[in-house]
């Protein structure tokens, strides 16, 4: 029908309970206009109201369901035999008890059905993939992870994912038909329609392609994909620092640096979908090169970052004490941490260096979105922990209003749950398409 493509553009990324929109927002104006005063159209958008109703508040009693709606006992009844039919809802029977405090009638309590069908989250990251597969709800039923392949390019690392991906149906015994929505984040500049990456600095022969057709391709279902930092963002929203509120920024540093921000409670991301791009900030940092790309934010206060610039001062005092630190690994931006923690005064100084240009970097974006909180997150987010005071001072001094600056209660799961929370999305706006075009 005609109205569904302009029912799949409504609000894509508002975060309400359960459903993405509310049942107003999911109703086009033709599509009210052109069959609510039918017989056929009042069904549908009672069906609609109906299941909205359950999958917001349930469990329910019958007269619940009417009092919420407004829809009449018969009206009510009629819908909850087409939601049943389909499995959207469950009935079961709970006991109640009387004034006297003896066994009363069997009430029917109304559920939505959270198992009918399965989320699949891929978190495609610089160091780890991340996989996660919950129910309708949110509740996690694998989780998988392993390191990625960086050294041996693209199609290792879409092996490794389907590698996860056939692991966790088996030993879960899911099938295929049961999973309603794949969601992918992965770093990148990336167009959420196509799922096309344009640019991409930290993985290996990750440009110029659409990663949405490669990963459908290999799981053999279709794959949406989305920036890493906006699924992290929406994953803040749902379940993390960012709960309840409109406005927050959350950027991960680790192998690179990203942002996703939320804006007036919706995800921001921009014209063709690469807003919080945070790492080409030009902060103008003094470079021997003088190069654009090496003047940007990310090359320096990234963990590869601090990694270089400590690979540029190893010949200095104390520079031996870090390298011992280490181990026979290389010397990593941690290690780099866990040496000023010790004392070490050159390790001081690279984190001094990096702290200052993260305190930059963080203020130039509160200085144009204003959000109320500043979540970091990624793999230095641990080490950066013990300094949010600093960062904060740092933050204060060069903006008129500073967030609260928080690390993230997801840890390194924000991208993950965030692709789960659209994954969810995803089917239950299918569902209402569904019931709103098929329901006789």
């Known amino acids: 029908m005609r109205h569904i493509r302009g029912l799949l553009r409504v609000n894509r990324t508002r975060s309400l309970p359960i459903l993405s929109s509310t049942f107003s927002e999911f109703l086009p104006a033709a599509f009210t206009r052109s069959s609510s005063g039918s017989p056929a159209g009042l069904r549908r958008l009672n069906v609609a109201r109906v299941f909205e109703t359950v999958r917001l508040n349930g469990p329910l009693t019958r007269q619940s369901i009417g009092e919420i709606s407004g829809l009449s006992k018969p009206t009510v009844n009629e819908a909850l035999e087409i939601l049943n039919n389909e499995k959207l809802i469950s009935l079961n029977e709970a006991k109640t008890k009387s004034t006297t405090g003896r066994p009363g009638p069997k009430a029917q309590q109304i559920t939505f059905n959270k198992d009918r069908k399965k989320i699949v989250a891929i978190d495609i990251g610089g160091s780890n993939i991340r996989l996660l597969v919950s129910d309708l ?71 110029n392609f659409s990663l949405s057709d490669e990963l459908s391709k ?32 959350a950027m991960s540093v680790g192998v690179g640096i990203g942002l996703g921000l939320l804006i007036n409670g919706q995800v921001y991301r921009g014209f063709n979908g690469i807003a919080g791009e945070v790492g080409n900030l030009p902060l103008q940092i003094a470079d021997e090169a003088k190069s654009p790309v090496n003047a940007n934010f990310e090359f320096h206060a990234s963990a590869v970052g601090l990694e270089r610039n400590f690979e540029a001062v190893k010949n200095k005092e104390g520079a031996k004490e870090i390298i011992k630190l ?73 903006t008129l209003i500073a967030p609260k600056i928080v690390i993230s209660e997801l840890k390194d799961l924000a991208t993950a749950y965030g692709a789960l929370r659209r994954g969810i999305e995803n089917v239950d706006r299918a569902t209402l398409i569904s019931i709103l075009q098929e329901t006789a």
């Open 218 to 249: 290999v799981l053999k279902k279709q794959v949406n994909v989305e920036n890493e930092a906006h699924l992290a963002i929406y994953g803040e929203h749902w379940r993390g620092g960012a709960k309840d509120l409109a406005n927050a920024a």
């Open 326 to 398: 280490a181990g026979t690994s290389p010397v990593s931006a941690k290690t780099i941490y866990a040496a000023a923690a010790k004392g070490n005064k050159l390790a001081t100084e690279l984190v001094n260096q990096q702290l200052e240009l993260l305190s930059r970097g963080i203020a130039s974006v509160c200085c144009i979105t204003n959000p109320e909180v500043f979540i970091l997150e990624g793999g230095l987010a641990p080490a950066l922990e013990p300094h949010l005071k600093t960062i904060s001072k740092m933050v204060q001094k060069i």
């Open 137 to 207: 709800d949110g509740n996690i039923i694998a989780t998988l992870m392993q390191s990625t392949p960086l050294k041996n390019g693209r199609k290792a690392i879409l092996a490794k994912v389907k590698e996860l991906y056939d692991t966790a149906l088996t030993e879960n015994k899911i099938k295929v038909s049961d999973i309603g929505s794949i969601v992918a984040g992965s770093p990148g500049t990336i167009d959420p329609a196509t799922g096309e990456i344009t640019r991409s600095y930290n993985l290996p022969d990750w440009e």
